[in-house]
């Protein structure tokens, strides 16, 4: 059974991932299946680039940010997945070599109108590198399960 | 690819179709998002879910892979350069996304079909070589519902600087 459910979790819950060093490897594997783009790939050609460097696709670093996210909280919650991404910013190129965290923190909560064993939860999420600097952020809902003893007792909504 | 300047809105481009395999799912969600209903077939069969679903991230990064082979199938166009001698624009990277939706849970065995429509181009004050293209990313199920869409946006090299209107 879960640790945490849709109850346990109130607008201003903040937690920060583990750290995690991207591997140029890891970057290439990637992006040679999901985003073959020069600047993915190959670090003499990245150097011409736009972004300066042999850096991770974007959608590698969402992902990366999801698992990392996964083994703090999803892996013990009643998550019950996403309707999607509000927004999501990428500030500055993950670049191979870096180590990266994600701090996680929870801006809005409401009970489902329609699902009475559900609650939904805003969340934002900022991926920094070990200088503290912004890689990425990100704004998404989150629909979790309810404590199963709650679901007959809160009729408010 | 084209330069800032040249890019139509309301273009559509097909971009051609993927079929999320049990395996493939399977593969991608033990990376990245092993949740049960992304990872375990029978499991999943007792989540809200009801069965084994693509996670979104994969759905997305599908999408990518799709744009990147719908770009270089696209028939080479000799772009003319631009007046400082520039021969081609590079463009490429993206400041991020918005309005990303899963709609329909993609399950194993569907075959998702995607589509990118520009909408709208954005002058950039702080980049005048660059321009941001915006675009309205759909993919749709093998029933022609649609799954998952996205605006999305990518930086574009302009072919003259962009000069805002003097006031």
């Not at chain 2, 429509?117 to 950039?124: H, M, P, R």
Request: net charge negative; proline share 6%; glycine share 8%.
């Amino acid at each position: 059974m879960p640790e945490i459910y849709w109850e346990d979790v109130p607008t201003g819950t903040v937690f920060t991932t583990a750290e995690r060093t991207i591997s140029k490897e890891e970057i290439i594997e990637f992006a040679g299946e999901y985003d073959p783009q020069p600047f993915h790939l190959d670090e003499e050609a990245a150097k011409d680039s736009l972004l300066g460097g042999l850096c991770a696709s974007g959608w590698h670093s969402c992902a990366i940010a999801m698992r990392l996210v996964y083994d703090a909280f999803h892996v013990k919650a009643a998550t019950q997945g996403s309707p999607g991404i509000t927004e999501c910013r990428w500030r500055r190129p993950l670049f191979a070599g870096e180590t990266v965290k994600v701090k996680v923190t929870c801006i809005d909560t409401r009970a489902s109108k329609s699902r009475p064993t559900m609650g939904l939860t805003n969340w934002t999420w900022e991926m920094t590198n070990a200088n503290g600097d912004t890689i990425m952020t990100t704004e998404s809902w989150l629909m979790m399960g309810r404590r199963p003893t709650d679901t007959n007792t809160s009729g408010a909504n | 690819m084209a330069w800032f300047e040249d890019i139509e809105i309301g273009r559509v481009v097909e971009l051609g179709s993927h079929n999320f395999s049990t395996e493939d799912i399977i593969r991608f969600a033990k990376k990245y998002d092993p949740q049960p209903f992304h990872t375990d077939p029978e499991a999943a069969k007792d989540t809200h879910f009801g069965g084994l679903v693509a996670a979104g991230w994969h759905i997305a990064a599908v999408w990518m892979k799709l744009m990147i082979g719908a770009r270089s199938s696209m028939p080479e166009v000799e772009e003319t350069p631009a007046p400082d001698g520039r021969t081609a624009p590079r463009g490429g990277p993206s400041p991020g996304f918005f309005d990303l939706k899963w709609i329909k849970p993609v399950r194993a065995g569907d075959t998702i079909t995607y589509r990118c429509t520009t909408t709208e181009k954005v002058d950039l004050k702080s980049r005048p070589y660059q321009g941001i293209i915006r675009s309205l990313n759909e993919g749709f199920n093998q029933e022609g519902i649609l799954v998952f869409s996205f605006i999305g946006q990518g930086l574009i090299e302009r072919r003259r600087p962009f000069k805002p209107d003097v006031i």
